[in-house]
Nanobody, 120 residues
Framework: QVHLVESGGGLVQPGGSLTLSCAASEKIRSIYSMEWHRQTPDNPERALVAQIDPFGRVVYGASVEGRFAASRDLAKSTMYLQMNDLRPTDTAVYYC?????????????WGQGIQVTVSS
């Protein structure tokens, strides 16, 4: 079973930057989609932050467009989220997810979640 491990979260001041990483526990042979979501206590439903399609194209949530940049390293089955100009409203638990396939059926894995707090 593939596990995803997130890193890079923490406390940052408004206007600051953070980069999140999400690494799979093993190489995923075919990756269909890589996504970042976030969840807040006020909104328990995870909101899409960014989605990378199989061709590397990225779709962003409206609230982060122009400030966040998602990228990937397929060779390492790893994805990144560069977050700039952070705002207090970006405070959330961030989750990564990967949909893909190795030799068996399609897999869909989630990270454990990592806290990002934007506060002065």
């Amino acid at each position: 079973q593939v596990h995803l491990v997130e890193s890079g979260g923490g406390l940052v001041q408004p206007g600051g930057s953070l980069t999140l990483s999400c690494a799979a526990s093993e190489k995923i042979r075919s990756i269909y989609s890589m996504e970042w979501h976030r969840q807040t206590p006020d909104n328990p439903e995870r909101a899409l932050v960014a989605q990378i399609d199989p061709f590397g194209r990225v779709v962003y949530g409206a609230s982060v467009e122009g400030r966040f940049a998602a990228s990937r390293d397929l060779a390492k089955s790893t994805m990144y989220l560069q977050m700039n100009d952070l705002r207090p409203t970006d405070t959330a638990v961030y989750y990564c997810s990967i949909t893909g396939r190795n030799s068996g059926p399609d897999l869909h894995a989630w990270g454990q979640g990592i806290q990002v707090t934007v506060s002065s």
